[in-house]
């Protein structure tokens, strides 16, 4: 009887300790390995790939395929405006350099030289240039043309200023003027009018010596006049080098010019 109580207890006791785990942790030991490892085995398991029916993860998968994969614009509307801006402004760049359109000016450049109204004479520039331009020509139109020069008393501010001066020029001998009364030369005074530019600043160097202020202008009239046309696909400074073999000059004195076409 003593044994069977004993035994009893025994039994109590072993069967206390196996239920709260302290004789199975031996045994379980490996299971609860297992239980550590299950987070290893879930993140296999968990791929961003597969989990499709879970809605708070759909943003990370579409994250995840932009950054291992080439989105196109239609994919992703955020970056839609980026993908197609970039070959807009790849076509806003300008490819021609500055020395390209400079070279693009001159290959379509075209110039003209003139007025001159003697045509014997427009006619000896256009066989100097025709060698190196085939396509010169010789047009007429109507031009502003140097028919004299005027030696002027300076423009008053008004009528009445413009007749205190013209007193005082008689008072200083100077008999041969002109007061203009009007037109672009109102309120001036003219001491003379010469054929040549170099005549007039001669009359003005005497008035000078006189203590009288003038200047030399030239006398500007509206007429027909030659011109050569010349296209020319080199520097401009090339043509000028070859006008400047020639000393013409129109009927009236003008010095011609080298300028653009109109």
Not at 181 to 204: P, V, W
Not at 243 to 253: F, H, Q, R, V
């Amino acid at each position: 009887m003593k044994y069977a109580f004993y035994s009893l207890i025994l039994a109590n006791v072993v069967f206390f300790l196996w239920e709260s785990s302290i004789l199975g942790r031996g045994v379980s030991s490996a299971s609860s390995y297992q239980e550590l490892r299950l987070p290893h085995v879930v993140e296999q398991i968990a791929l961003l790939s597969e989990r499709t029916g879970s809605p708070e993860k759909a943003p990370d998968l579409v994250l995840a395929e932009v950054s291992t994969t080439e989105a196109k614009p239609e994919q992703i509307k955020g970056t839609t405006s980026i993908v197609e801006s970039e070959p807009a402004q790849k076509s806003e760049v300008p490819t021609d350099t500055p020395s390209t359109l400079s070279t693009r000016a001159v290959e379509s450049g075209c110039f003209q030289w003139g007025p001159i109204t003697d045509e014997t004479r427009a006619r000896e520039v256009l066989n100097l240039v025709k060698p190196e331009s085939d396509q010169a020509s010789l047009i007429k139109k109507p031009s502003d043309l140097t028919d004299g020069w005027w030696v002027l008393f300076p423009k008053a501010h008004d009528l009445d200023t413009a007749k205190a001066n013209r007193k005082m020029l008689l008072e200083k001998g100077v008999t041969d003027l002109w007061l203009f009364d009007k037109g672009a030369l109102q309120g001036a005074i003219s001491l003379g009018l010469f054929k040549t530019r170099n005549r007039a600043e001669q009359a003005q160097k005497t008035f000078t010596e006189q203590g009288i202020i003038t200047e030399v202008v030239p006398r500007q009239v509206r007429n027909e006049a030659y011109w050569v046309r010349i296209p020319w696909a080199r520097p401009a400074s090339d043509l000028d080098e070859i006008l400047k073999s020639t000393d013409a000059k129109g009927a009236a004195g003008l010095s011609p010019a080298l300028i653009p076409c109109d």
